[in-house]
T-cell receptor
Framework: ETGVTQTPRHLVMGMTNKKSLKCEQH?????MYWYKQSAKKPLELMFV???????ENNSVPSRFSPECPNSSHLFLHLHTLQPEDSALYLC?????????????FGSGTRLTVV | KNEVEQSPQNLTAQEGEFITINCSYS?????LHWLQQHPGGGIVSLFM???GKKKHGRLIATINIQEKHSSLHITASHPRDSAVYIC????????????FGTGTSLTVIP
């Protein structure tokens, strides 16, 4: 374990389902991130939360909805997804005060949309 | 065009070989990171560099800021080194965001 825990590790969902991905860190970091990793593409940043406030939303479709209830937990709510949304979703955290330190990734959730 | 380019995309080596993976970037950066991703998906940070050279075990990372280029070397490679190695840069302009390369998939054959 890296200190960033993601659940579930694998998820298969239909296009009409609603599901949520969870990320938890107890590293004392103040920033958390959602990334999407598709085959043969660079990691794509989806959302950034600093001190629980969303600071970046990189043109992500509204069928992805993030929630950050506190600085240790981050959720990604999924609804009416498309097959092209199948990918590895990675959570990361870091400490941004005074720089950007301790960047740590979780193990990811492998999502398959059928 | 991606801000971070890696080469090669795929690499197969015999156990014991010396391996080099290259990364070139096109933006001013505050730091460059080398990451390792095993088939299970999780990503581990290997190095964070802003200048010079760092060594950890059999891994060596170098960076040339003037040439906007970094290399990751693996000495005496081993099958457990098989993974995807990703170069990522922290641009000076964007605070806590990164630009990522597409990764180099390394397979070390016994």
């Amino acid at each position: 374990e890296t200190g960033v825990t993601q659940t579930p590790r694998h998820l298969v969902m239909g296009m009409t389902n609603k599901k949520s991905l969870k990320c938890e860190q107890h590293l004392g970091h103040n920033a958390m991130y959602w990334y999407k990793q598709s085959a043969k593409k660079p990691l794509e940043l989806m959302f950034v939360y600093n001190f629980k406030e969303q600071t970046e939303n990189n043109s992500v479709p509204s069928r992805f909805s993030p929630e950050c209830p506190n600085s240790s937990h981050l959720f990604l709510h999924l609804h009416t997804l498309q097959p092209e949304d199948s990918a590895l979703y990675l959570c990361a955290s870091s400490q941004t005060e005074g720089g950007n330190y301790g960047y740590t990734f979780g193990s990811g959730t492998r999502l398959t949309v059928v | 065009k991606n801000e971070v380019e890696q080469s090669p995309q795929n690499l197969t080596a015999q156990e014991g070989e010396f391996i080099t993976i290259n990364c070139s970037y096109s933006v001013g950066i505050s730091a460059l990171h080398w990451l390792q991703q095993h088939p299970g998906g999780g990503i581990v940070s290997l190095f964070m560099l802003s200048s010079g050279k760092k060594k950890h075990g059999r891994l060596i990372a170098t960076i040339n800021i003037q040439e906007k280029h970094s290399s990751l070397h693996i000495t005496a490679s081993h099958p457990r080194d098989s993974a995807v190695y990703i170069c990522a840069v922290s641009p000076r302009s964007t605070g806590n965001q990164f630009y990522f390369g597409t990764g180099t998939s390394l397979t070390v054959i016994p």
